[in-house]
Protein backbone atom coordinates (compact mmCIF):
# COMPACT_ATOMS: atom_id res chain seq x y z
CA UNK A 1 0.00 0.00 0.00
CA UNK A 2 2.33 2.16 1.06
CA UNK A 3 4.67 1.98 -2.22
CA UNK A 4 1.42 2.27 -4.25
CA UNK A 5 1.13 5.30 -2.23
CA UNK A 6 4.43 6.68 -2.80
CA UNK A 7 4.32 5.89 -6.69
CA UNK A 8 0.92 8.10 -6.59
CA UNK A 9 2.41 10.80 -5.15
CA UNK A 10 5.66 10.85 -7.29
CA UNK A 11 3.28 10.50 -10.00
CA UNK A 12 1.35 13.37 -8.89
CA UNK A 13 4.66 14.98 -8.74
CA UNK A 14 5.77 14.01 -11.54
CA UNK A 15 2.36 15.77 -13.41
CA UNK A 16 3.57 18.29 -15.44
CA UNK A 17 6.99 16.60 -16.38
CA UNK A 18 5.19 12.75 -17.16
CA UNK A 19 2.81 14.66 -20.14
CA UNK A 20 0.36 11.83 -21.00
CA UNK A 21 1.02 10.89 -24.49
CA UNK A 22 -1.71 10.16 -27.31
CA UNK A 23 -1.82 6.87 -29.32
CA UNK A 24 -4.05 6.26 -32.51
CA UNK A 25 -4.87 2.93 -33.97
CA UNK A 26 -6.00 3.22 -37.41
CA UNK A 27 -7.86 0.59 -40.14
CA UNK A 28 -6.54 -0.45 -43.73
CA UNK A 29 -8.42 2.81 -44.80
CA UNK A 30 -6.77 5.25 -42.91
CA UNK A 31 -9.72 5.51 -40.51
CA UNK A 32 -9.15 5.88 -36.70
CA UNK A 33 -10.98 3.77 -34.62
CA UNK A 34 -8.97 4.03 -31.76
CA UNK A 35 -7.08 6.91 -29.49
CA UNK A 36 -5.93 6.60 -26.33
CA UNK A 37 -4.06 9.69 -24.11
CA UNK A 38 -2.79 8.15 -21.07
CA UNK A 39 -0.43 8.15 -18.39
CA UNK A 40 0.77 4.82 -16.88
CA UNK A 41 2.76 3.94 -14.25
CA UNK A 42 4.90 -0.03 -13.85
CA UNK A 43 6.06 -1.26 -10.51
CA UNK A 44 7.43 -4.44 -11.32
CA UNK A 45 8.73 -7.17 -8.87
CA UNK A 46 11.83 -8.64 -10.07
CA UNK A 47 14.89 -11.06 -8.83
CA UNK A 48 18.28 -9.59 -8.34
CA UNK A 49 21.22 -12.21 -6.94
CA UNK A 50 18.70 -14.26 -4.66
CA UNK A 51 17.34 -10.03 -3.93
CA UNK A 52 13.19 -8.81 -4.50
CA UNK A 53 14.12 -5.54 -6.84
CA UNK A 54 11.55 -3.31 -7.35
CA UNK A 55 12.00 -1.00 -11.06
CA UNK A 56 9.54 1.88 -11.10
CA UNK A 57 9.29 3.18 -14.49
CA UNK A 58 6.65 5.77 -16.82
CA UNK A 59 5.30 4.29 -20.51
CA UNK A 60 7.57 6.50 -21.97
CA UNK A 61 6.12 9.30 -24.55
CA UNK A 62 8.13 7.91 -27.18
CA UNK A 63 6.61 4.68 -26.92
CA UNK A 64 5.22 2.81 -30.80
CA UNK A 65 1.81 1.49 -31.53
CA UNK A 66 2.96 -1.59 -32.73
CA UNK A 67 1.79 -3.40 -35.61
CA UNK A 68 -0.18 -5.96 -33.83
CA UNK A 69 -2.18 -3.22 -32.90
CA UNK A 70 -5.93 -3.76 -34.72
CA UNK A 71 -9.06 -1.95 -35.38
CA UNK A 72 -10.67 -5.52 -35.25
CA UNK A 73 -12.53 -7.44 -37.82
CA UNK A 74 -16.19 -8.03 -37.16
CA UNK A 75 -17.06 -10.08 -34.55
CA UNK A 76 -13.72 -12.44 -35.85
CA UNK A 77 -11.58 -10.34 -34.04
CA UNK A 78 -11.51 -7.69 -31.10
CA UNK A 79 -9.84 -4.14 -31.89
CA UNK A 80 -6.34 -3.73 -29.85
CA UNK A 81 -3.84 -1.45 -29.02
CA UNK A 82 -0.28 -2.36 -28.67
CA UNK A 83 1.97 0.13 -27.39
CA UNK A 84 5.64 -0.94 -27.44
CA UNK A 85 8.75 0.62 -25.60
CA UNK A 86 12.43 0.43 -24.65
CA UNK A 87 13.76 -2.87 -25.45
CA UNK A 88 10.87 -5.56 -25.83
CA UNK A 89 8.42 -4.42 -23.72
CA UNK A 90 4.91 -3.82 -24.69
CA UNK A 91 1.59 -2.63 -23.20
CA UNK A 92 -2.02 -3.97 -24.86
CA UNK A 93 -5.08 -2.84 -24.44
CA UNK A 94 -7.90 -5.97 -26.16
CA UNK A 95 -10.92 -4.24 -26.30
CA UNK A 96 -14.41 -5.76 -26.38
CA UNK A 97 -17.80 -4.67 -26.73
CA UNK A 98 -21.07 -5.62 -25.22
CA UNK A 99 -24.25 -4.38 -25.70
CA UNK A 100 -24.13 -0.50 -25.43
CA UNK A 101 -20.80 -0.47 -23.91
CA UNK A 102 -17.19 -1.07 -24.68
CA UNK A 103 -14.46 -1.93 -22.36
CA UNK A 104 -10.46 -2.86 -22.17
CA UNK A 105 -11.28 -6.68 -21.54
CA UNK A 106 -7.85 -7.84 -21.07
CA UNK A 107 -4.57 -5.29 -19.90
CA UNK A 108 -1.49 -7.44 -21.46
CA UNK A 109 2.08 -6.51 -20.33
CA UNK A 110 5.33 -8.59 -22.15
CA UNK A 111 8.31 -7.05 -19.86
CA UNK A 112 12.21 -8.25 -20.88
CA UNK A 113 13.69 -8.82 -17.77
CA UNK A 114 17.14 -8.37 -20.25
CA UNK A 115 16.77 -4.85 -19.97
CA UNK A 116 19.19 -3.68 -17.62
CA UNK A 117 18.16 0.36 -18.09
CA UNK A 118 15.30 -0.96 -16.18
CA UNK A 119 16.20 -4.25 -14.81
CA UNK A 120 19.26 -3.58 -13.03
CA UNK A 121 21.54 -6.83 -12.14
CA UNK A 122 18.41 -8.58 -13.16
CA UNK A 123 19.16 -12.49 -12.43
CA UNK A 124 16.62 -13.78 -15.17
CA UNK A 125 16.46 -12.51 -18.73
CA UNK A 126 13.81 -14.22 -20.23
CA UNK A 127 10.41 -12.02 -21.57
CA UNK A 128 7.63 -12.62 -18.87
CA UNK A 129 3.77 -11.69 -19.54
CA UNK A 130 1.72 -10.93 -17.14
CA UNK A 131 -2.38 -10.27 -17.90
CA UNK A 132 -5.70 -9.02 -15.62
CA UNK A 133 -9.18 -8.34 -16.70
CA UNK A 134 -9.90 -4.11 -16.09
CA UNK A 135 -12.94 -2.56 -14.94
CA UNK A 136 -12.44 0.46 -18.09
CA UNK A 137 -15.47 0.53 -19.38
CA UNK A 138 -17.97 3.06 -21.14
CA UNK A 139 -20.70 3.82 -22.92
CA UNK A 140 -20.29 3.20 -27.12
CA UNK A 141 -20.17 6.96 -28.86
CA UNK A 142 -18.56 8.01 -25.71
CA UNK A 143 -15.15 8.96 -24.16
CA UNK A 144 -13.56 7.23 -21.43
CA UNK A 145 -12.44 9.84 -18.80
CA UNK A 146 -10.55 9.03 -15.52
CA UNK A 147 -8.56 11.75 -14.39
CA UNK A 148 -7.29 9.90 -10.84
CA UNK A 149 -5.25 6.73 -10.28
CA UNK A 150 -6.52 3.60 -11.35
CA UNK A 151 -4.63 0.58 -10.12
CA UNK A 152 -4.65 -2.83 -12.03
CA UNK A 153 -2.52 -5.23 -9.76
CA UNK A 154 -1.31 -8.66 -10.82
CA UNK A 155 1.56 -10.73 -10.11
CA UNK A 156 4.52 -9.39 -9.30
CA UNK A 157 3.25 -6.19 -11.25
CA UNK A 158 1.37 -3.31 -10.18
CA UNK A 159 0.27 -0.67 -13.24
CA UNK A 160 -1.67 2.24 -12.10
CA UNK A 161 -3.50 4.26 -15.06
CA UNK A 162 -4.11 7.99 -14.27
CA UNK A 163 -5.08 11.13 -16.53
CA UNK A 164 -6.55 8.69 -19.26
CA UNK A 165 -9.15 9.58 -21.99
CA UNK A 166 -9.96 6.44 -24.47
CA UNK A 167 -12.10 5.39 -26.66
CA UNK A 168 -12.69 2.33 -28.89
CA UNK A 169 -15.18 1.95 -31.94
CA UNK A 170 -14.79 5.46 -32.90
CA UNK A 171 -16.95 6.28 -36.01
CA UNK A 172 -15.99 9.47 -36.36
CA UNK A 173 -11.87 9.69 -36.36
CA UNK A 174 -11.97 11.96 -33.03
CA UNK A 175 -12.82 11.53 -29.62
CA UNK A 176 -16.73 11.88 -28.78
CA UNK A 177 -18.16 14.90 -27.09
CA UNK A 178 -20.15 13.16 -24.28
CA UNK A 179 -17.60 10.92 -21.71
CA UNK A 180 -18.46 8.39 -19.44
CA UNK A 181 -16.68 9.48 -16.21
CA UNK A 182 -14.85 6.79 -14.04
CA UNK A 183 -16.59 6.15 -10.14
CA UNK A 184 -12.51 6.86 -8.76
CA UNK A 185 -13.38 10.70 -10.75
CA UNK A 186 -16.91 11.24 -9.42
CA UNK A 187 -15.57 9.96 -6.18
CA UNK A 188 -13.07 12.81 -5.67
CA UNK A 189 -15.26 15.47 -7.24
CA UNK A 190 -17.37 15.49 -3.99
CA UNK A 191 -14.42 14.51 -1.73
CA UNK A 192 -12.14 17.38 -2.77
CA UNK A 193 -13.37 21.25 -2.22
CA UNK A 194 -11.50 23.02 -4.47
CA UNK A 195 -9.35 25.49 -2.21
CA UNK A 196 -5.84 26.46 -4.24
CA UNK A 197 -5.71 25.13 -7.89
CA UNK A 198 -2.02 24.02 -6.53
CA UNK A 199 -3.28 21.82 -3.54
CA UNK A 200 -5.95 20.00 -5.83
CA UNK A 201 -3.47 18.55 -8.46
CA UNK A 202 -1.01 17.28 -5.64
CA UNK A 203 -3.73 15.62 -3.49
CA UNK A 204 -4.29 11.88 -3.64
CA UNK A 205 -7.73 10.87 -3.95
CA UNK A 206 -9.92 10.11 -1.17
CA UNK A 207 -12.10 7.53 -1.47
CA UNK A 208 -15.11 8.46 1.33
CA UNK A 209 -17.77 9.29 -0.60
CA UNK A 210 -20.47 11.65 1.22
CA UNK A 211 -21.04 9.52 4.36
CA UNK A 212 -23.99 7.90 4.35
CA UNK A 213 -24.88 5.32 7.52
CA UNK A 214 -24.25 1.59 5.78
CA UNK A 215 -28.08 -0.20 6.19
CA UNK A 216 -28.19 -4.13 8.30
CA UNK A 217 -27.11 -6.62 6.41
CA UNK A 218 -29.99 -7.94 4.00
CA UNK A 219 -32.36 -10.73 5.02
CA UNK A 220 -31.83 -14.08 3.17
CA UNK A 221 -34.18 -15.66 1.16
CA UNK A 222 -34.37 -18.77 -0.13
CA UNK A 223 -35.11 -18.52 -4.31
CA UNK A 224 -35.25 -21.61 -6.94
CA UNK A 225 -35.12 -22.65 -10.72
CA UNK A 226 -37.09 -25.49 -11.90
CA UNK A 227 -35.77 -26.88 -15.10
CA UNK A 228 -36.71 -29.74 -17.49
CA UNK A 229 -35.74 -32.05 -14.85
CA UNK A 230 -36.74 -30.44 -11.41
CA UNK A 231 -35.27 -27.86 -9.18
CA UNK A 232 -31.82 -26.32 -10.87
CA UNK A 233 -31.12 -23.39 -8.95
CA UNK A 234 -31.62 -23.83 -5.42
CA UNK A 235 -30.13 -20.63 -3.61
CA UNK A 236 -30.19 -18.89 0.18
CA UNK A 237 -28.73 -15.86 0.11
CA UNK A 238 -29.13 -11.77 1.70
CA UNK A 239 -28.97 -9.34 -1.39
CA UNK A 240 -27.76 -6.00 -1.78
CA UNK A 241 -26.78 -3.73 -4.38
CA UNK A 242 -24.52 -0.82 -4.10
CA UNK A 243 -24.54 1.46 -7.25
CA UNK A 244 -22.55 4.34 -7.76
CA UNK A 245 -24.08 7.03 -9.58
CA UNK A 246 -23.65 10.79 -11.05
CA UNK A 247 -26.70 13.20 -9.51
CA UNK A 248 -27.48 16.01 -11.99
CA UNK A 249 -25.31 18.71 -9.98
CA UNK A 250 -22.30 16.07 -11.31
CA UNK A 251 -21.65 15.11 -7.70
CA UNK A 252 -21.45 11.54 -6.84
CA UNK A 253 -24.36 9.55 -5.14
CA UNK A 254 -24.65 6.28 -3.68
CA UNK A 255 -27.81 3.65 -3.97
CA UNK A 256 -27.32 0.94 -1.36
CA UNK A 257 -30.68 -1.51 -1.83
CA UNK A 258 -31.36 -4.14 0.09
CA UNK A 259 -33.95 -6.79 -1.14
CA UNK A 260 -36.67 -7.84 0.91
CA UNK A 261 -37.08 -11.55 -0.09
CA UNK A 262 -41.03 -11.59 0.75
CA UNK A 263 -41.40 -8.98 -1.75
CA UNK A 264 -38.65 -10.63 -4.03
CA UNK A 265 -39.97 -12.75 -7.48
CA UNK A 266 -37.96 -15.63 -8.88
CA UNK A 267 -37.94 -17.04 -11.77
CA UNK A 268 -35.20 -18.71 -14.60
CA UNK A 269 -34.46 -21.15 -16.56
CA UNK A 270 -32.07 -23.97 -17.57
CA UNK A 271 -30.77 -25.91 -20.15
CA UNK A 272 -27.86 -28.81 -19.98
CA UNK A 273 -24.54 -25.95 -19.72
CA UNK A 274 -26.77 -22.45 -18.77
CA UNK A 275 -28.80 -21.58 -16.03
CA UNK A 276 -30.55 -18.28 -15.08
CA UNK A 277 -31.79 -17.01 -11.60
CA UNK A 278 -33.85 -13.88 -12.25
CA UNK A 279 -34.38 -11.94 -9.26
CA UNK A 280 -36.76 -8.91 -9.16
CA UNK A 281 -37.24 -6.47 -6.19
CA UNK A 282 -39.66 -3.95 -6.84
CA UNK A 283 -37.74 -2.04 -9.88
CA UNK A 284 -34.97 -3.91 -9.33
CA UNK A 285 -34.12 -7.07 -11.27
CA UNK A 286 -30.60 -8.91 -10.74
CA UNK A 287 -29.82 -11.37 -13.23
CA UNK A 288 -27.35 -14.02 -12.21
CA UNK A 289 -26.00 -16.59 -15.23
CA UNK A 290 -24.57 -19.82 -14.22
CA UNK A 291 -22.51 -22.27 -16.84
CA UNK A 292 -21.22 -25.19 -16.76
CA UNK A 293 -17.64 -26.49 -17.83
CA UNK A 294 -18.28 -29.89 -18.70
CA UNK A 295 -14.78 -31.13 -19.08
CA UNK A 296 -14.19 -30.05 -15.25
CA UNK A 297 -17.38 -31.05 -13.88
CA UNK A 298 -17.70 -27.39 -11.86
CA UNK A 299 -20.50 -24.86 -12.59
CA UNK A 300 -20.31 -20.84 -11.57
CA UNK A 301 -21.04 -17.80 -12.03
CA UNK A 302 -20.39 -15.80 -15.30
CA UNK A 303 -22.51 -13.01 -15.62
CA UNK A 304 -24.60 -10.77 -13.37
CA UNK A 305 -27.06 -7.85 -14.85
CA UNK A 306 -28.54 -5.34 -12.75
CA UNK A 307 -30.96 -3.24 -13.90
CA UNK A 308 -32.82 -0.53 -11.62
CA UNK A 309 -34.39 3.10 -11.23
CA UNK A 310 -31.95 5.44 -9.10
CA UNK A 311 -33.70 7.92 -6.65
CA UNK A 312 -34.82 11.02 -8.95
CA UNK A 313 -31.59 13.31 -8.14
CA UNK A 314 -29.92 11.16 -10.92
CA UNK A 315 -28.51 12.58 -13.59
CA UNK A 316 -29.95 9.61 -15.44
CA UNK A 317 -32.48 7.54 -13.38
CA UNK A 318 -32.29 4.31 -15.33
CA UNK A 319 -29.58 2.23 -14.79
CA UNK A 320 -27.83 -0.62 -15.93
CA UNK A 321 -24.82 -2.70 -15.58
CA UNK A 322 -23.66 -6.46 -16.66
CA UNK A 323 -20.35 -8.04 -17.06
CA UNK A 324 -20.35 -11.42 -18.42
CA UNK A 325 -16.99 -12.49 -17.65
CA UNK A 326 -17.12 -13.29 -14.23
CA UNK A 327 -15.46 -16.76 -12.51
CA UNK A 328 -17.43 -16.45 -9.02
CA UNK A 329 -19.57 -19.04 -6.51
CA UNK A 330 -17.52 -22.01 -8.43
CA UNK A 331 -18.17 -25.33 -7.19
CA UNK A 332 -18.49 -28.90 -8.16
CA UNK A 333 -21.68 -30.59 -9.81
CA UNK A 334 -23.32 -32.21 -7.19
CA UNK A 335 -22.38 -30.10 -4.21
CA UNK A 336 -23.50 -26.48 -2.91
CA UNK A 337 -21.01 -23.88 -2.86
CA UNK A 338 -21.39 -21.52 0.84
CA UNK A 339 -20.04 -18.54 1.85
CA UNK A 340 -21.08 -16.85 5.34
CA UNK A 341 -18.43 -13.85 4.89
CA UNK A 342 -19.89 -11.11 2.77
CA UNK A 343 -19.03 -11.49 -1.06
CA UNK A 344 -18.65 -8.29 -2.86
CA UNK A 345 -18.81 -9.53 -7.10
CA UNK A 346 -17.77 -6.82 -9.16
CA UNK A 347 -20.22 -6.06 -12.14
CA UNK A 348 -18.79 -2.72 -13.35
CA UNK A 349 -16.71 -0.22 -11.80
CA UNK A 350 -20.17 1.16 -10.43
CA UNK A 351 -22.20 -1.23 -9.75
CA UNK A 352 -21.12 -3.77 -6.45
CA UNK A 353 -23.23 -7.17 -6.17
CA UNK A 354 -23.16 -7.95 -2.05
CA UNK A 355 -24.23 -11.35 -1.34
CA UNK A 356 -24.66 -12.34 2.24
CA UNK A 357 -24.52 -15.81 3.75
CA UNK A 358 -24.67 -17.61 0.38
CA UNK A 359 -25.27 -21.51 -0.16
CA UNK A 360 -26.36 -22.41 -3.63
CA UNK A 361 -26.32 -25.02 -6.16
CA UNK A 362 -27.02 -25.28 -9.77
CA UNK A 363 -27.24 -27.75 -12.39
CA UNK A 364 -27.83 -31.80 -10.50
CA UNK A 365 -30.08 -31.11 -7.39
CA UNK A 366 -30.97 -34.65 -5.77
CA UNK A 367 -33.97 -34.17 -3.95
CA UNK A 368 -34.02 -30.67 -4.36
CA UNK A 369 -31.84 -30.46 -1.30
CA UNK A 370 -28.53 -28.67 -1.09
CA UNK A 371 -25.44 -31.96 -1.92
CA UNK A 372 -22.36 -31.61 0.04
CA UNK A 373 -20.64 -28.15 1.36
CA UNK A 374 -17.88 -26.04 -0.85
CA UNK A 375 -16.82 -23.56 1.64
CA UNK A 376 -15.32 -20.28 0.27
CA UNK A 377 -11.91 -19.88 0.83
CA UNK A 378 -13.06 -16.59 3.17
CA UNK A 379 -14.29 -18.89 5.28
CA UNK A 380 -11.82 -21.66 5.01
CA UNK A 381 -9.33 -18.60 6.32
CA UNK A 382 -11.46 -17.35 9.08
CA UNK A 383 -11.99 -21.22 10.18
CA UNK A 384 -8.09 -21.98 10.39
CA UNK A 385 -7.49 -19.46 13.77
CA UNK A 386 -9.63 -21.48 15.20
CA UNK A 387 -8.01 -24.74 13.94
CA UNK A 388 -4.84 -23.57 14.93
CA UNK A 389 -5.69 -22.27 18.45
CA UNK A 390 -7.44 -25.70 18.63
CA UNK A 391 -4.52 -27.76 17.65
CA UNK A 392 -1.96 -25.76 19.69
CA UNK A 393 -4.46 -26.43 22.79
CA UNK A 394 -4.54 -30.20 21.86
CA UNK A 395 -0.48 -29.95 21.61
CA UNK A 396 -0.37 -28.50 25.23
CA UNK A 397 -2.75 -30.97 26.81
CA UNK A 398 -0.73 -33.95 25.36
CA UNK A 399 2.10 -32.53 26.54
CA UNK A 400 0.91 -32.29 29.86
CA UNK A 401 -0.46 -35.52 29.62
CA UNK A 402 2.64 -37.26 28.60
CA UNK A 403 4.66 -35.47 31.92
CA UNK A 404 1.83 -36.80 33.91
CA UNK A 405 2.66 -40.87 33.13
CA UNK A 406 6.14 -40.26 32.93
CA UNK A 407 5.89 -38.48 36.32
CA UNK A 408 3.84 -41.42 37.36
CA UNK A 409 5.86 -44.36 35.89
CA UNK A 410 8.51 -42.78 37.34
CA UNK A 411 6.79 -42.69 41.09
CA UNK A 412 6.14 -46.31 40.37
CA UNK A 413 9.16 -46.87 40.21
CA UNK A 414 10.19 -45.47 43.21
CA UNK A 415 7.67 -47.78 45.05
CA UNK A 416 8.88 -50.82 43.21
CA UNK A 417 12.77 -50.51 44.93
CA UNK A 418 11.69 -49.68 48.54
C1 LIG B 1 1.45 -3.96 -5.80
O1 LIG B 1 0.57 -3.35 -4.90
C2 LIG B 1 0.39 -4.11 -3.71
C3 LIG B 1 -0.66 -3.41 -2.87
O2 LIG B 1 -0.62 -2.03 -3.00
C4 LIG B 1 1.73 -4.26 -2.98
O3 LIG B 1 1.54 -5.04 -1.83
C5 LIG B 1 2.70 -4.94 -3.91
O4 LIG B 1 3.97 -5.02 -3.29
C6 LIG B 1 2.82 -4.17 -5.21
N1 LIG B 1 3.66 -4.92 -6.13
C7 LIG B 1 4.54 -4.34 -6.90
C8 LIG B 1 5.28 -5.22 -7.85
O5 LIG B 1 4.76 -3.13 -6.86
C1 LIG C 1 -3.50 15.28 -18.52
O1 LIG C 1 -3.22 15.17 -19.90
C2 LIG C 1 -3.42 16.37 -20.62
C3 LIG C 1 -3.22 16.08 -22.08
O2 LIG C 1 -2.06 15.33 -22.33
C4 LIG C 1 -2.42 17.43 -20.09
O3 LIG C 1 -2.62 18.63 -20.77
C5 LIG C 1 -2.68 17.63 -18.61
O4 LIG C 1 -1.72 18.51 -18.08
C6 LIG C 1 -2.59 16.30 -17.86
N1 LIG C 1 -3.00 16.51 -16.49
C7 LIG C 1 -2.32 16.00 -15.44
C8 LIG C 1 -2.87 16.29 -14.09
O5 LIG C 1 -1.29 15.35 -15.60
C1 LIG D 1 12.71 7.29 -26.22
O1 LIG D 1 13.15 8.29 -25.30
C2 LIG D 1 14.21 7.88 -24.46
C3 LIG D 1 14.54 9.02 -23.51
O2 LIG D 1 13.36 9.59 -23.02
C4 LIG D 1 15.44 7.53 -25.30
O3 LIG D 1 16.47 7.06 -24.46
C5 LIG D 1 15.06 6.45 -26.30
O4 LIG D 1 16.15 6.18 -27.14
C6 LIG D 1 13.87 6.87 -27.11
N1 LIG D 1 13.48 5.76 -27.95
C7 LIG D 1 13.14 5.89 -29.20
C8 LIG D 1 12.73 4.65 -29.91
O5 LIG D 1 13.15 6.97 -29.74
C1 LIG E 1 -21.10 -12.79 -35.93
O1 LIG E 1 -20.97 -14.18 -36.10
C2 LIG E 1 -22.20 -14.86 -36.26
C3 LIG E 1 -21.93 -16.34 -36.39
O2 LIG E 1 -20.79 -16.70 -35.68
C4 LIG E 1 -22.95 -14.34 -37.48
O3 LIG E 1 -24.20 -14.97 -37.57
C5 LIG E 1 -23.15 -12.84 -37.34
O4 LIG E 1 -23.75 -12.32 -38.50
C6 LIG E 1 -21.82 -12.15 -37.09
N1 LIG E 1 -22.07 -10.74 -36.85
C7 LIG E 1 -21.34 -9.79 -37.42
C8 LIG E 1 -21.70 -8.39 -37.05
O5 LIG E 1 -20.44 -10.03 -38.18
C1 LIG F 1 25.02 -4.95 -9.79
O1 LIG F 1 25.93 -5.95 -9.35
C2 LIG F 1 27.28 -5.48 -9.23
C3 LIG F 1 28.15 -6.66 -8.88
O2 LIG F 1 27.42 -7.68 -8.25
C4 LIG F 1 27.33 -4.38 -8.16
O3 LIG F 1 28.62 -3.88 -8.05
C5 LIG F 1 26.36 -3.27 -8.55
O4 LIG F 1 26.33 -2.30 -7.52
C6 LIG F 1 24.98 -3.81 -8.80
N1 LIG F 1 24.15 -2.73 -9.30
C7 LIG F 1 22.93 -2.47 -8.83
C8 LIG F 1 22.23 -1.32 -9.44
O5 LIG F 1 22.43 -3.12 -7.90
C1 LIG G 1 -18.00 14.13 -35.84
O1 LIG G 1 -17.75 14.81 -34.62
C2 LIG G 1 -17.89 16.21 -34.69
C3 LIG G 1 -17.49 16.77 -33.35
O2 LIG G 1 -18.07 16.05 -32.28
C4 LIG G 1 -19.31 16.57 -35.05
O3 LIG G 1 -19.44 17.96 -35.16
C5 LIG G 1 -19.66 15.88 -36.36
O4 LIG G 1 -21.01 16.12 -36.66
C6 LIG G 1 -19.39 14.40 -36.29
N1 LIG G 1 -19.61 13.80 -37.59
C7 LIG G 1 -20.27 12.67 -37.75
C8 LIG G 1 -20.35 12.18 -39.16
O5 LIG G 1 -20.79 12.07 -36.83
C1 LIG H 1 -24.74 13.44 -25.41
O1 LIG H 1 -25.45 13.41 -24.19
C2 LIG H 1 -26.65 14.20 -24.24
C3 LIG H 1 -27.24 14.19 -22.85
O2 LIG H 1 -27.16 12.92 -22.25
C4 LIG H 1 -27.58 13.61 -25.29
O3 LIG H 1 -28.75 14.39 -25.35
C5 LIG H 1 -26.89 13.61 -26.63
O4 LIG H 1 -27.70 13.00 -27.60
C6 LIG H 1 -25.58 12.92 -26.55
N1 LIG H 1 -24.88 13.06 -27.78
C7 LIG H 1 -24.40 12.05 -28.45
C8 LIG H 1 -23.67 12.39 -29.69
O5 LIG H 1 -24.54 10.88 -28.08
C1 LIG I 1 -39.72 -23.11 -6.16
O1 LIG I 1 -40.13 -24.25 -5.45
C2 LIG I 1 -41.51 -24.24 -5.07
C3 LIG I 1 -41.78 -25.45 -4.23
O2 LIG I 1 -41.15 -26.57 -4.74
C4 LIG I 1 -42.36 -24.21 -6.34
O3 LIG I 1 -43.73 -24.14 -5.98
C5 LIG I 1 -41.99 -22.99 -7.15
O4 LIG I 1 -42.71 -22.98 -8.38
C6 LIG I 1 -40.50 -22.96 -7.44
N1 LIG I 1 -40.17 -21.70 -8.07
C7 LIG I 1 -39.60 -21.63 -9.27
C8 LIG I 1 -39.33 -20.27 -9.80
O5 LIG I 1 -39.28 -22.62 -9.92
C1 LIG J 1 -20.22 0.73 -2.22
O1 LIG J 1 -19.37 1.02 -3.32
C2 LIG J 1 -18.44 2.07 -3.07
C3 LIG J 1 -17.70 2.37 -4.36
O2 LIG J 1 -17.27 1.18 -4.99
C4 LIG J 1 -17.52 1.66 -1.93
O3 LIG J 1 -16.63 2.72 -1.65
C5 LIG J 1 -18.34 1.32 -0.71
O4 LIG J 1 -17.49 0.85 0.31
C6 LIG J 1 -19.39 0.28 -1.03
N1 LIG J 1 -20.23 0.08 0.13
C7 LIG J 1 -20.73 -1.12 0.46
C8 LIG J 1 -21.57 -1.18 1.69
O5 LIG J 1 -20.50 -2.12 -0.22
C1 LIG K 1 -43.83 -5.77 0.42
O1 LIG K 1 -45.01 -6.02 -0.33
C2 LIG K 1 -46.19 -5.79 0.41
C3 LIG K 1 -47.36 -6.23 -0.44
O2 LIG K 1 -47.22 -5.83 -1.78
C4 LIG K 1 -46.28 -4.32 0.78
O3 LIG K 1 -47.45 -4.07 1.54
C5 LIG K 1 -45.05 -3.96 1.60
O4 LIG K 1 -45.05 -2.57 1.86
C6 LIG K 1 -43.79 -4.34 0.86
N1 LIG K 1 -42.68 -4.12 1.75
C7 LIG K 1 -41.67 -3.34 1.43
C8 LIG K 1 -40.68 -3.11 2.49
O5 LIG K 1 -41.57 -2.84 0.32
C1 LIG L 1 -36.80 -11.95 -15.44
O1 LIG L 1 -38.00 -11.68 -14.76
C2 LIG L 1 -38.70 -10.57 -15.27
C3 LIG L 1 -39.89 -10.33 -14.38
O2 LIG L 1 -40.33 -11.51 -13.77
C4 LIG L 1 -39.10 -10.83 -16.71
O3 LIG L 1 -39.73 -9.71 -17.22
C5 LIG L 1 -37.85 -11.15 -17.52
O4 LIG L 1 -38.20 -11.51 -18.82
C6 LIG L 1 -37.08 -12.27 -16.89
N1 LIG L 1 -35.85 -12.48 -17.60
C7 LIG L 1 -35.32 -13.68 -17.76
C8 LIG L 1 -34.04 -13.74 -18.51
O5 LIG L 1 -35.83 -14.69 -17.30
C1 LIG M 1 -32.83 -34.21 -18.13
O1 LIG M 1 -32.64 -35.58 -17.96
C2 LIG M 1 -32.40 -36.25 -19.18
C3 LIG M 1 -32.36 -37.74 -18.87
O2 LIG M 1 -31.57 -37.97 -17.73
C4 LIG M 1 -31.10 -35.75 -19.79
O3 LIG M 1 -30.87 -36.40 -21.04
C5 LIG M 1 -31.21 -34.26 -20.02
O4 LIG M 1 -29.97 -33.77 -20.51
C6 LIG M 1 -31.59 -33.58 -18.73
N1 LIG M 1 -31.81 -32.17 -19.00
C7 LIG M 1 -31.33 -31.21 -18.24
C8 LIG M 1 -31.64 -29.81 -18.66
O5 LIG M 1 -30.65 -31.43 -17.26
Same mark, same amino acid.
Given at each position: ??????????????????? /???? =? %? &??? !?? $??? @?? *?????????????????????????????????????????????????????????????????????????????????????? /???? =? %? &??? !?? $??? @?? *?????????????????????????????????????????????????????????????????????????????????????????????????????????????????????????????????????????????????????????????????????????????????????????????????????????????????????????????????????????????????????????????????????????????????????????
Amino acid at each position: MAGARGLLAAAALLGFLQA /SSSF =E %V &KDS !SG $KVC @II *ADLTVAFSVEYKSNGQKEFAHFFLPQNATVESQSSCGNGNKSHPILVLGFGAGHSLSLNFSEHADNYQVEELVFHYNLSDATLFHN /STAG =E %V &KKV !SH $KTT @IQ *AHMGTKYRCINAKHVNMKSVNITFSNVTLEAYLTNGTFSTNKTECAEDMVSTTAIVPTTPKQTTSQVPTTSPAPTASPPNPAVGKYNVTGPNGTCVLAYMGLQLNITYQKKDQKMGLDLLNFIPQNTTSSGRCDNTSAFLNLTFEKTRVIFYFVLNASTEKYFLQGVNVSTTLPSEAKDPKFEAWNNSMSELRATVGNSYKCSAEENLQVTDKALVNVFNVQIQVFKIDGDKFGAVEECQLDENNMLIPIIVGAALAGLVLIVLIAYLIGRKRSHAGYQTI
